[in-house]
């Protein structure tokens, strides 16, 4: 059955305390794959696209890589701006499908 | 300016009633869609039109029903509320359809519906 995964549910990190957030993806045939980011109270805001295994994206602390079965999401020396739920997204057919999110909780 | 918009932000509402969420959006973009995110954050897409056209039409009881009046617009009606569908759904909009191209989605700010 085609999914996506992502690990943790939650994490709490203490501000510039680095890690990765992980997204792993059962569709076959894979046309990209997408990485949001959700504040409470608002709609997810795009933040990468990832078409291919060994692709990078970077922005800010960020950073987005692509194997063929999963992608991280890599956040290096964390600020407290960075609390928000990390979704990442792959399109089978003609729809967008979310994994389940990482709840992020940066503390000073 | 908003790109994608949708009214009401909140709505509460009594089991039974039927009510409406509108979405808007400024983008140019030819494919809308309308997910639901439960309580554990978890997005779920019901519906999607391009061109005004249904596209996707997942698994939603048929009390749902959307309408897209033009490329811009695509509203959602719900008959015959249940608690069950309290929830926060969201417009989103997209240049393309994901089948043609990997699809960005532009998201609305989200209905949060209180059903009591």
């Known amino acids: 059955e085609d999914q996506v995964t992502q690990s943790p549910e939650a994490l709490r990190l203490q501000e510039g305390e680095s890690s990765s957030l992980n997204c792993s993806y059962t569709?076959?045939?894979?046309?990209?794959l997408f990485w949001y980011r959700q504040d409470p109270g608002k709609g997810p805001e795009f933040l990468f696209t990832l078409y291919s295994a060994g692709e990078e994206k970077e922005k800010e602390r960020l950073k987005a890589t692509l194997t063929k079965k999963e992608s991280f999401l890599h956040i290096t020396a964390p600020k407290p701006e960075d609390s928000a739920t990390y979704l990442c997204?792959?399109?089978?057919?003609?729809?967008?499908?979310f994994g389940t999110g990482t709840r992020l909780q940066v503390f000073p | 300016d908003t790109a994608v918009s949708q009214t009401p932000k909140y709505l509460v509402t009594q089991m039974g009633n039927d009510k409406s969420i509108k979405c808007e959006q400024n983008l140019g973009h030819d494919t809308m869609y309308w997910y639901k995110q439960d309580s554990k954050k978890f997005l779920k897409i019901m519906f999607s039109?391009?061109?005004?056209?249904?596209?996707i039409n997942e698994t939603v009881p048929n009390r749902f029903s959307p309408k897209s009046p033009d490329k811009a617009h695509l509203n959602l009606h719900i008959n015959s509320l249940e608690l069950g569908d309290s929830a926060v759904y969201f417009c989103?909009?997209?240049?393309?359809?994901?089948?043609?191209?990997?699809?960005?989605?532009?998201f609305g700010s989200g209905t949060q519906l209180s059903v009591l």
């Open positions: 997204a792959v399109p089978l057919t003609d729809k967008l499908i």
């Open positions: 039109y391009n061109n005004k056209e249904l596209i």
């Open positions: 569709v076959s045939g894979l046309r990209g």
């Open positions: 989103a909009s997209s240049h393309f359809r994901p089948r043609d191209r990997a699809a960005k989605l532009f």
